[in-house]
Every structure is written in structure tokens, then in C-alpha cells.
């Protein structure tokens, strides 16, 4: 695929990235690295062979299959640390990084344990100019059970820089009433709550996340302009959807939503739902697996018709949605406006 670029001046920008897939940001090199640490030959072909996939459940099952070589804490502070020098190298500041505690749980690892090799092999970036927090995630396919005993972990990781606690996986699963007694129980701790919907389920699915989980972002919410009411709505609540291009076109999200059997990148609801007002952000999902980053993302949306105003209006809505305290966050926003105004992108 030819990838357009974002203007020069934009590239020196720092950027927010408000969803990405830890599991998901493992390069094909670290996927063999990680096979050898526990015995397991897996070539590098295999490995790229594995991140190609005909539809949502094609995905499902390759993101199923590289979680089974993070085993040992060690092996989440790797992945932590391969992740956070991607950032770096494209400049973004700020990330919230999604981390399946479901999965963890489902394969009886220590959550606790996982969770502080993760902080501390973030921590170490600090200095270096990128903070990161985490969002723990349960999965749709597994019960309100499970999800209740990740709630109870999440809530007592706050000092580990858990900000929020999130469920994605397959969105025709469960309904989400199954999941309200963990959300509450997050909630209650202090964490902020986010929610897949509206990724391959309807404009329903994202009410339902805001309605009955209390949901305060969508992760994708692309299916919201199929329902013109919903998106209003959005807009007025300004209820920011976490926008995944590439990622939508891989899994076949894109198809779906635009009940097109041949999707295109041009057929991507993201300027649609930006220019109706919504406050939309920008972000990979699972990069390695959909052959992206952050940067080539900003390029997708240039190629869709944001001017370079509009590119920095969005890169701005990543820090405005970001689950930062009032004054970190404030100044996140004054240095990225200052930096823009530098480089004459205001
Ligand atoms: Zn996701």
C-alpha cells in the first residue's frame, strides 16, 4: 500500500495516543524473540504470516495467538519497553496504553505482578519525554465473572498508573448489561471507563456503552454514522471516538459499517464524523499486527481530506481526551500549541 504522508512541519509535532493494543505493538522480530524465550521455534515469515487476516475473527484468533507467548512478567516489560521506544521515535508525548488483564487472568498469571514490571519499564521513558498510563481491559467472549475479578485488580493498580478499565474483544458477544457490576466496581475506585463499540456492532452499541457502562470514550464508534441522531448526540456531549483507520480496514470493520464488499481506506467514516462535529482522535489499535503507526495514521487522514489545520485541531483532541489530571493535561496542550505555533501550524 502507498502511504501518504502528513505535511513535514506536522511530523515534529508530539502527539497524543489515546488506543493501542499492548499485545497488539509486537513487532514480527520480538514475536520469534519471545517464542525463543520459552522454547518455542517460530520463524519471522511465520510470524508476518500470522498478522494477515480476512476478517474480525480471523484477527481474534492471530491476537489470541501471540498472547500466548507473554508469559512471565519479563516478557510484559519487553514488549512494554519495544513499544514505548516506537512512541519515542514518532514523538508522541502521551500514550494510554490498553493491556488485557482478561486475558492474564484467563491464563492464571499474576495481574499485580504483570502490571509492575509494565510500570516500571514505562516509568523509565519519563525522563525521556513520553509519559504512559494504562488502561486494563476485559474481554467480551469471557463472563461478567472474570470481568468482576479484573475490576477488583484494576482498582487497586491506580498507583501503577491505571487511568482506566475498558472492555473490547468481540463486540456481538456478551450485551453489556453482563459487565455493569465490574464497570461499577472500577468506577468506584477512581478509574475512568472506556469501551470498544460501534467497531463491528451498530450505532446500538455504542449507546449501550455510554448508557449502561457509563462509557466517557468509544474506542473506534465508527458505525455512529449510520445514525446521524447518535452522532449528534456525540457532538453535543462531545464524547471523543477513538479512530482507528488502517485497523478498521484490516479487520474488516470498514466493510462492514459501509456495507461495501470491497472496502477502501477512501471510503473511511473519520472525516465525516469530524466534520459533523464529533470530537474524534486518532490512534493505531494493534500497529504491528496492521502493518501501522501513529505517523502513518495522520498520513491516512491527510489522504481523506484534512487540511493540515484540521491534522492539528485532531492531534490536539488525543491530549483534550486524554484521562490526564487538569493541570498535566493543560500542559501537555500549552506545550503542543506553543510547538505548533513554532513550526507556523496555527
Ligand atoms: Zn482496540
Redesign the pocket.
Given at each position: 500500500m502507498t502511504v501518504p504522508t502528513s505535511p513535514r512541519a506536522f511530523a515534529r509535532l508530539p502527539l497524543a495516543e489515546l488506543?493501542?493494543?499492548l499485545e497488539?505493538s509486537i513487532a514480527p522480530s520480538t514475536v520469534v524473540e519471545l517464542a525463543g524465550r520459552h522454547g518455542i521455534r517460530i520463524t519471522r515469515e511465520e510470524a508476518i504470516a500470522r498478522y494477515s487476516y480476512s476478517n474480525f475473527a480471523g484477527f481474534i484468533e492471530s491476537f489470541k495467538w501471540v498472547t500466548r507467548l507473554i508469559r512471565e512478567p519479563e516478557d510484559f516489560a519487553l514488549i512494554t519497553e519495544r513499544l514505548a521506544q516506537d512512541l519515542l521515535r514518532q514523538s508522541v508525548a502521551y500514550a494510554e496504553v490498553?493491556i488485557s488483564a482478561g486475558v492474564m487472568l484467563l491464563r492464571e498469571q499474576d495481574i499485580g505482578a504483570n502490571m509492575a514490571a509494565i510500570a516500571e519499564a514505562g516509568t523509565a521513558f519519563q525522563d525521556r519525554g513520553l509519559k504512559l498510563a494504562w488502561i486494563l481491559d476485559v474481554v467480551r467472549q469471557f463472563s461478567g465473572e472474570a470481568a468482576i475479578a479484573v475490576a477488583h485488580a484494576a482498582a487497586g493498580l491506580r498507583s501503577s498508573g491505571v487511568v482506566a478499565f475498558g472492555i473490547?474483544g468481540d463486540e456481538l458477544a456478551l450485551p453489556l448489561s453482563e459487565f455493569r457490576r465490574a464497570f461499577d466496581i472500577a468506577r468506584d475506585a477512581g478509574l475512568h471507563i472506556v469501551a470498544?463499540a460501534g467497531?463491528i456492532g451498530g450505532p446500538d452499541s455504542i449507546r449501550e456503552a455510554i448508557e449502561v457502562l457509563g462509557a466517557e470514550r468509544i474506542?473506534?464508534g465508527i458505525a455512529a454514522i449510520n445514525d446521524l441522531a447518535l452522532c449528534d448526540e456525540l457532538a453535543a456531549r462531545q464524547i471523543p471516538l477513538?479512530v482507528?483507520p488502517t485497523?478498521n480496514l484490516a479487520t474488516g470493520a470498514l466493510a462492514l459499517q459501509r456495507r461495501k464488499p470491497a472496502a477502501l481506506l477512501a471510503n473511511h467514516p473519520l472525516k465525516e464524523l469530524y466534520d459533523r462535529g464529533l470530537r474524534v482522535t486518532l490512534s493505531t489499535?494493534?500497529p504491528a499486527m496492521f502493518h501501522t503507526n501513529l505517523r502513518q495514521e495522520y498520513g491516512v487522514a491527510a489522504s481523506l481530506g484534512f487540511s493540515t489545520t484540521e491534522l492539528v485541531h485532531l492531534a490536539e483532541n488525543g491530549f483534550h481526551a486524554a484521562f490526564l489530571p487538569p493541570e498535566e493535561k493543560l500542559t501537555l496542550i500549552r506545550t503542543f500549541r506553543e510547538r505548533a505555533a513554532a513550526l507556523r501550524l496555527l
Open positions: 488506543h493501542v493494543h497488539g490498553t473490547g470498544h467497531e474506542g473506534h477513538e482507528c485497523s489499535d494493534d
